[in-house]
């Protein structure tokens, strides 16, 4: 069993929609990343967080320590967010990868 | 603006060649990774570096090795590049770990690499 759970694998959304993907993960921790990568490979980190809730714009991660499992909500979807979205967790000081939701929003 | 510097976006090579991936980065971070992602296995840890000369095996270091002589510069090298080597290669940097903060890590844009 992987060590970090996402899903869906794959989302297709129509533009406006409210999104989520969900992370689980069955390791201790020290932090939640959530990352952006864009066709093209580049991985852009969203955000970093231990506990709570942090907002950036349209986007709004979220973890739950107890239940080990974080959120990531996409507000107003836009064909922009078109990417494909990873969870990871920080084990000591390395990171732990989910393998990822490829998110399409159409237009 | 802070960088992390992969020398190539796109690579081909032949089975056999001995192959150098680069990794710069421009942050004074301590820490430096690299990566290879492939579908439906996700990105996985070939090597990491905590400091200058530095280096520890990740998950699939066979095959690799790398180089750290300067804080800055993280290299990878496929000493004999083989067809299943072919993959996208990732690099990352963070500032080193202390327990009980943490700290971000920076991606470069990858180096995709086919090995024919």
């Known amino acids: 069993k992987n060590e970090v759970e996402q899903s869906p694998q794959n989302l297709t959304a129509q533009e406006g929609e409210f999104i989520t993907i969900n992370c689980s993960y069955s390791?201790?921790?020290?932090?939640l990343h959530w990352l952006q990568q864009h066709p093209g490979g580049g991985i852009v980190s969203l955000f970093m967080l231990s506990s709570g809730k942090k907002k950036h714009g349209r986007l709004i991660a979220t973890i739950n320590i107890q239940e080990k499992h974080s959120s990531l909500h996409i507000t107003a979807s836009h064909p922009r967010d078109s990417a494909v979205y990873i969870c990871a967790v920080r084990k000591l000081g390395n990171l732990i990868f989910g393998k990822g939701t490829k998110l399409s929003v159409k237009p | 603006d802070v960088k992390v510097t992969q020398s190539s976006r796109y690579l081909v090579k032949r089975t056999g060649e001995k192959v150098f991936l680069e990794c710069v980065q421009d942050m004074d971070h301590e820490n430096m990774f690299w990566y290879r992602q492939d579908p439906g296995l996700g990105l996985r840890l070939i090597y990491f570096?905590?400091?200058?000369?530095?280096?520890e095996k990740g998950d699939i270091p066979e095959g690799y090795s790398v180089s750290r002589e300067k804080k800055e510069r993280f290299s990878l090298i496929l000493e004999s590049a083989s067809t299943n080597q072919t993959s996208m290669y990732l690099c990352a940097s963070s500032l080193g770990y202390a327990l009980g903060f943490n700290y971000g890590y920076t991606f470069g844009s990858g180096t995709r690499l086919t090995v024919v």
């Open positions: 390791v201790g921790i020290s932090a």
């Open positions: 570096s905590y400091d200058v000369k530095m280096k």
